[in-house]
């Protein structure tokens, strides 16, 4: 049983009650008495019907029940235990308008529309796109190294494979410098997706252009290495077949002259030269 229709019966009940000393004005005991009754018979009868014979689905066959049951011990009453008391003209207006209220109140719950369940949230995943090959040979100068576990991931709705998140590049970017007398300071990359034809792809507006930032700590001594993470834009034009043709990285560095000098410094132990 739903509150509608709970309401229905309780409306139904009320509005018999009110109606009750307009219609039959001579032996009634009341405004009180006869909303009671309404009530009683309303939700008794209401209760009796769907536990016996059937249930209802519909607010019609609930409603016309709900007021037969209102109906019959306010008749009742009147024909068994009536009172010798006319009922009063005055507040019948009043009475006229509760009434009338009560009928808007039972229709709006039957013949509103239905609240709509809230939309349930849309289920993202990740979409991958394998880069082949997904390890690279990199070299610039002096500088020498790899790009290894490259793959692109994009962000879709399950189902709708609607794009959540714009799809990304992300690999190990490993760097050594080769040279035996210069110290390299990395300063920045950038990367460019490069079709077919040998022209840039550009991303779309809005994304902004994927670049490497090395920490000020990336001092490379001759030999010496560092890894960087890569997570960077990648262009939905790219993930077109055939469209790419290789991934370059600008990288920008500083080298200085690297030496090894031998300090001399003389000492003693114990006070003896």
Not at 86 to 115: R, Y
Request: include cysteine; glycine fraction near 8%.
């Amino acid at each position: 049983m739903s509150f509608v229709m709970f309401a229905t019966w309780i409306l139904v009940g009320v509005l018999a009650g009110v109606l009750a000393g307009l219609v039959m004005k001579r032996g009634g005991h009341g405004l009180k008495t006869d909303i009671t009754l309404g009530l009683a018979g309303s939700i008794g009868l209401s209760v009796l019907v769907r536990a016996l014979i059937y249930a209802p689905t519909g607010m019609v066959p609930a409603a016309i029940i709900a007021c037969l049951g209102a109906a019959i011990p306010v008749v009742v009453q009147r024909r068994f235990w009536p009172t010798d008391a006319v009922g009063q003209e005055k507040g019948k207006m009043w009475k006229w308008g509760f009434g009338a209220a009560l009928v808007a109140a039972m229709l709006w719950l039957n013949l509103a529309p239905a609240q709509q369940p809230a939309a349930t949230a849309a289920v993202a995943e990740d979409k991958a796109y394998a880069v082949t090959p997904s390890s690279l040979k990199v070299k610039a100068g002096i500088v020498a190294g790899e790009f290894v576990d490259m793959k692109v991931t994009e962000r879709v709705e399950k189902g709708s494979d609607r794009v959540v998140a714009q799809a990304k590049l992300t690999g190990i970017l490993r760097l050594k410098n080769t040279s035996t007398n210069q110290t390299v300071r990395l300063v920045a990359g950038k990367i460019l997706y490069v079709d077919a034809q040998g022209q840039p792809i550009k991303l779309e507006d809005a994304r902004s252009e994927p670049t490497v930032k090395f920490s000020s700590s990336s001092n490379l001594d001759p030999g010496q290495e560092t890894t960087e993470s890569m997570d960077v834009e990648f262009p939905a034009e790219a993930l077109k077949a055939a469209r790419l043709k290789e991934i370059r990285v600008d990288l920008a560095y500083i080298t200085s002259p690297y030496r090894e000098e031998t300090l001399r410094i003389p000492v003693s132990i114990g006070g003896r030269p």
